[in-house]
């Protein structure tokens, strides 16, 4: 469940969402086309390559990380900001290994994170 999780999640996905299946944006309301994210390719994992299987791990790890992190409730401005720091960081970890789990290349990296 966290592999799916960490997918779902990550920029790549939020870009193919909004590609596929976005109809509406009104204020802060997005209406979505529910049959069309049905196109979203969840990447199936071969746990028979050991590669695969290893992203899945780590994956699945950097999300429980972040789930762990959401947590924590900080008591200082600096407690908070290195919090932030560590969410950020894990938030890009895991848009690295779904990247690599679908093949992305350095240009497409740079269209899905809007460079």
């Known amino acids: 469940m966290n592999y799916l999780l960490g997918i779902l999640n990550s920029n790549l996905a939020?870009?193919?969402v909004k590609a596929i299946a976005l109809d509406l944006t009104?204020?802060?309301f997005t209406k979505f086309?529910?049959?069309?994210?049905?196109?979203?390719?969840i990447h199936t994992i071969n746990f028979s390559d050991l590669s695969e299987k290893a992203?899945?791990?780590?994956?699945?790890?950097?999300?429980?990380?972040m789930l762990a992190l959401h947590k924590q409730s900080?008591?200082?401005?600096q407690e908070k900001d290195m919090l932030q720091r560590e969410i950020e960081a894990t938030d890009q970890a895991i848009d690295a290994m779904v990247y690599q789990l679908y093949g992305l290349t350095d240009v497409e990296?740079?269209?899905v994170e809007g460079e």
């Open 26 to 28: 009104v204020g802060a």
């Open 55 to 65: 992203a899945h791990d780590r994956i699945v790890m950097l999300v429980e990380r």
């Open 14 to 16: 939020t870009y193919l």
């Open 74 to 77: 900080p008591r200082t401005p």
């Open 109 to 111: 990296i740079k269209i």
């Open 33 to 41: 086309r529910t049959n069309q994210l049905a196109r979203l390719p």
